[in-house]
């Protein structure tokens, strides 16, 4: 996968509560990118960083918020979980053209 | 409305098969074209990568077209296997290592 890991693989948690979501690379791209993926919809991008400390929104950014205080570490934190952000969430890194994607975590809110 | 539609949303072939998948888009300006394969529980990974120059890439029993003139491109997929059973996602960029988007996929089973 590229040199990139994603933790935790598999998560359950309960509305309301805040979750926090690590993508880790060591290929030292300078972007990387939190995507979601549900039935029926392809790859929608949240958030993505083009730098360490800048970052951007993408189309489903609402309810999510995202840090990168190191180059090789991308957070995405879903500050109150609700059902509708069950999902399975994909982190990516670049090297400009290409984007290399993670193995994915799989978040259930009950 | 999506800018990225692919078709067959779905495909069934024999093994051995050729098929061949389709990707229209209308995002513009045009940066560059993947397709990409994503076995189930995993995430995507990459098969090829076109420019707006290029109009055709192969990888292996894979290659993809690209015609920007109608905005069109094609993963032709050649002898077909077990192992070709996958979702295909094409996608589009319009500059490079900017915010791309994503078709949403064509899932093929190939069956014995």
């Known amino acids: 996968d590229a040199g990139i890991t994603q933790s935790p693989r598999h998560k359950v948690t309960e509305t309301g509560t805040p979750v926090t979501l690590r993508c880790h690379q060591t290929e030292n791209h300078r972007y990387m990118y939190w995507y979601r993926q549900d039935p029926g919809h392809g790859l929608r991008l949240i958030h993505y960083s083009y730098g360490v400390k800048d970052t951007d929104k993408g189309e489903v950014s609402d309810g999510y918020s995202v840090s990168r205080s190191k180059t090789e570490d991308f957070l995405l934190t879903l500050e109150s979980a609700t059902s509708s952000q069950t999902s399975v969430y994909f982190c990516?890194?670049?090297?400009?053209?290409?984007?290399?994607f993670g193995p994915g975590t799989r978040l259930t809110v009950l | 409305k999506n800018q990225v539609e692919q078709s067959p949303q779905s495909l069934i072939i024999l093994e051995g098969k050729n098929c061949t998948l389709q990707c229209n888009y209308t995002v513009s300006p045009f940066s560059n074209l993947r397709w990409y394969k994503q076995d189930t529980g995993r995430g995507p990974v990459s098969l090829t990568i076109?420019?707006?120059?290029?109009n055709t890439k192969s990888n292996g029993r894979y290659t993809a077209t690209l015609d920007a003139d109608t905005k069109q491109s094609s993963l032709h997929i050649t002898a077909s296997q077990l192992s070709d059973s996958a979702s295909y996602i094409c996608v589009v960029s319009k500059t490079n290592a900017g915010k791309s988007t994503f078709g949403d996929g064509t899932t093929l089973t190939v069956k014995p």
């Open positions: 076109m420019t707006f120059s290029e």
């Open positions: 990516a890194i670049s090297d400009q053209a290409e984007q290399f």
